[in-house]
């Protein structure tokens, strides 16, 4: 098992603040997705990294691949209400971390 | 279809009764996934098919639990004698083939045994 370890487990913060979402494992991966899921919902893809220390942005969203590609971050400028949710960092496919519920209050 | 379904999307169902999944992947994906996910954790793999063929169910936990997908397309999760620790949302995911990053998910099927 490819253990994923995200930090924090839950977060709550206020409209507008920033915020970043912690991914790390011991093992390296070759390739490393964010998802994003709310409730009664399956996970949606936002991103995929798969070279180390790469970085992509979604419009708020910044994610950075680790340079030994065995951890990664999610961070969230000026946090909206849309923005709620189960964020999910999986490796290889088939492995998940343990997730980071984020509420963001209007 | 527009994009993964799973039926029913709930089932409740007592302890001993066997129950069944199913998961209607995206038209022409090649590859299935079967995942399990406890409340506010992220899923668990349980198994992998890439057409009919099963190459991956070293995530299913005991012998109850069997999956297939006898003609490529449709699958199904049967789980034997529920338990309660069986209890969970079932998500099924497809993708184009096995090199694809993308997994396009199912809305899952919340399972309550009592």
């Known amino acids: 098992t490819q253990l994923l370890e995200q930090s924090p487990q839950f977060l709550s913060i206020q409209e507008g603040e920033n915020l970043t979402v912690y991914c790390n494992s011991s093992?390296?991966?070759?390739?490393l997705q964010w998802y994003r899921q709310e409730p009664g919902e399956g996970p949606v893809l936002l991103v995929t990294?798969?070279?180390?220390?790469e970085v992509k942005k979604l419009k708020r969203l910044t994610f950075q691949f680790g340079d030994a590609r065995k951890d990664s971050s999610l961070h969230i400028t000026a946090a909206q209400p849309g923005d709620t949710g189960l964020y999910l960092c999986?490796?290889?496919?088939?492995?998940f971390g343990t997730g980071t519920s984020l509420t963001v209050i209007p | 279809g527009a994009g993964v379904s799973q039926s029913p999307r709930y089932k409740v169902a007592k302890r001993g009764q066997d129950v069944a999944l199913r998961c209607d992947p995206i038209?022409?994906?090649?590859?299935l996934f079967w995942y399990q996910q406890a409340l506010g954790q992220g899923p668990e793999f349980l198994t992998y098919f890439q057409n009919e063929a099963q190459l991956d169910k070293s995530g299913l936990p005991s012998d109850r639990f069997f999956a297939e997908r006898p003609e490529g397309s449709v699958s199904t999760l049967k789980i034997q004698r529920t338990q309660q620790e069986d209890s969970a949302v079932y998500l099924c995911?497809?993708?184009?083939?096995?090199?694809?990053?993308?997994?396009?998910f199912g809305p899952g099927t919340r399972l309550t045994v009592l």
């Open positions: 990294v798969v070279t180390g220390g």
């Open positions: 038209s022409g994906h090649v590859s």
């Open positions: 999986s490796g290889n496919q088939f492995y």
């Open positions: 093992s390296v991966f070759s390739s």
């Open positions: 995911a497809s993708s184009l083939d096995r090199g694809s990053y993308t997994q396009y």
